[in-house]
């Protein structure tokens, strides 16, 4: 209400980034506040809004055939809910002191000020791209966007080669080394670790090395990529390390993310330790009143750890855009933190962690004892009973579940959600091991493996 | 140790019933006391031990093709761990007084007492058996013992019937009902109440009815079995009700389980409101300092209504065994109580609850909010999403979880456990919103089914 008319002012709501955080802010800001209230305008550099990027690496592989598939909602459809979305629009600079962000389109290259009441970045991440030769021929690819994903499949039809090399082996390079073998490629994975996924344990990822060398893919380990090399079209070919060189038709990168946090940087914006926007639990940025951020640009508490990580992951984006859309539409809610849960397959093994890894436990300076046990993930007798491996960290004396890592078949996934909640609840392994999880022979042995790690977990910290 | 001699004196402890609660705490009880220490006999009336009575449906439906790929240990494992187990052998009264039981072998008929210093009764359930003509025809089977799927076995293998019938459309009811489907019966499931699955409210129960009836099983609804008729040879034909005659070749009764403790009421120990023996939270029997009770002769506590509970369940059986065996072998532990999760499957239809039904939270005074969603096991893109309906009930006010009942397909009933743990650590509804569950999207949405329930219920619970 303007004091002085009586009326309501109707105020602006700048979002930039039209993916996850930042339209489920929008959406959810729009849900509690009309047009006539809430004027919301949204900044997309790109041509795809709301999409599904975890989704890249099945479309790529085939098993969804339509790229308008992983798109939740359209620009059209934000539009038709009166957000006011600017696709191909690259926000290039936040003016905090005057409330307003500089915005230019990326075709014509037109640029203005739009200046806000609130303002939400949800900028997400950029991929890590070392900068060696080659890096730029054709024929390599991130795939990090959809458009990425798009360029990926253009040269996978056009080409029609038979090897692929991709770089890194966490989760975009484990499940995009399962899309190109679905795909028909001889495909090599050039790690720069030991063993695949290091958001395991060594102990844990070593199995995942073993499935995927069992699939057919050629694990190339402690290897480091110095170069690439061209055709005389300018076509990747080969695949260079320290050691050795791998033929490749196309080549994938998949070798993390950083927050893409460079406007708020330049804006003076708050930064943590690992390159991403702080902020308090309403998702606001730490010291702006009207700022607020979420996503993969953003840092998040580790409930575990109780220090800032970076995270990310589509399902983080959705929550802080809810909670930051609330506060933004009036209402209330808080985003508490993580604990670390991650998923993902290589074909029919399932790969899952949450909490803290050893590694991470010692950094911050808690004592810890280890358990591993092999269960199956239904009754032995049942059919087609697949072994779990379930790894299990537990603090000292107190006892108190720190992470949980599994690899199996499945139902192996998912089964690390009780350890999240455990986790959240700040449960010890003594509690869990009379927790009542569902048993059925088609579902699980009548111990849950979860609860014969508990239990064997348990008998480790009493001994201690 | 005896005062006078200084030397140890070598106890006894004695067994009643040599299956999951009876032997878990045998075996547990062996680990922690050498045969020096503690001298060990159980008394088993029928001709297996330690076998998975919920593996039956499987077996007698094929997917388990050996009988004894359910039996966990057999009488001989257990005697090679010094453990005197003695089959064929039924306790028939409990001398509390005197430290004694009187037991006879069932083939000879011949008794005798055995002095005990330590007891452990774990008599299991005995099924509920209504008293109607034709019930003891042939032809006309319980499946709760193994000895009972062996019958039955024949019973299928012997008459090669066409049609069955089930009585009873609990878990054991519709799990039969699949298991028979699968040997090619034509199957009728004469059911009591209106819906299957008693365990679930009746608008859940709904969706497993119309699933059953997809697969071609006729459902009779509301219907009490009045009588079965027989042939000349005293072979059951026919199930009758008060409206109609259901054909039959064979007879399954799957209409539950009670308590089996007559003996333990003859010897005056207590029961409670459900017929099972009341223990202490180390599995005693209430004010008898050497006598303990397990699985499914015991009721429990619902650690979410504060009240006792009958529930006959491997899971338990084992927990129990394995509390009974740790205090009875001088080490410590508890059984805190259930939240009453349970998963069965017709099929590929999945089935779980945990917590309380809407009728359970009448019963013990709570008001409460209930919200129902769909949603999908994967991300909605993902080949062959299939829908998942979720049911969460919350307190009012408090917002705490009471219950989580969940209906679909792969992946559905082991998302039950997510409610389980939280129901343990007495989480709101609110709190679950925040939970970080696993996401990919072969495993999950990104709004886990079970956030998108905890989310809607939040919001209904602040509107209360």
Known sequence: MDKQTGKTVRERLVVIGGDAAGMSAASQARRLRSADELEIVAFERGRFSSYSACGIPYWVGGDVTERDALVARTPEEHRARDIDLRMGTEVTEIDVARRRVRARDVASGDASWTSYDKLVIATGARPVRPELPGMDAAGVHGVQTLEDGQALLDTLTRTRGSRAVVVGAGYIGVEMAEALLKRGYEVTVVNRGSEP??????????????????????????????????????????????????????????????????????????LGAHGG?????????????????????????????????????????????????????????????????????????????????????????????????????????????????VKMIAERRTGRLLGVQIVGREGAAKRVDVAAVALTARMTVEQMTALDLGYAPPFSPVWDPVLVAARKAAVKVRGT
Not at 230 to 252: F, L, N
Not at 296 to 316: K, M, P
Not at 328 to 351: N, Q, R
Request: aromatic share 4%; hydrophobic share 40%; proline share 3%.
């Open 197 to 270: 996924m290091a958001t395991l344990d060594p102990d844990m990822g070593r199995l995942v090395h073993r499935a995927m060398t069992d699939l057919g893919i050629t694990m190339v380990d402690d290897a480091e990529v110095t170069e690439l090399l061209t055709d005389g079209d300018g076509r990747v070919r080969e695949v260079v390390t320290a050691d050795a060189r791998y033929p490749a038709d196309v080549v994938v990168l998949g070798i993390g993310v950083r927050p893409e946090t460079s406007l708020a940087a330049a804006a003076g914006l708050p």
């Open 277 to 389: 926007l702080l902020t308090d639990l309403a998702m606001r940025v730490r010291g702006h009143e009207d700022i607020w951020a979420g996503g993969d640009c953003v840092e998040v508490l580790d409930l575990v750890s109780g220090q800032e990580r970076h995270i990310a992951l589509g399902t983080h984006a959705n929550k802080h855009g809810q909670v930051i859309g609330s506060n933004v539409g009036g209402d209330y809610a808080t985003f508490p933190g993580v604990v670390g849960t991650a998923l993902s397959k290589v074909c029919d093994l399932e790969i899952a962690r949450t909490g803290l890894r050893e590694k991470d436990a010692r950094r911050v300076g808690l004592r810890f004892e280890t358990v591993t046990v092999e269960s199956t993930n239904s009754a032995g007798y049942y059919p087609n009973a697949a072994v779990m491996t």
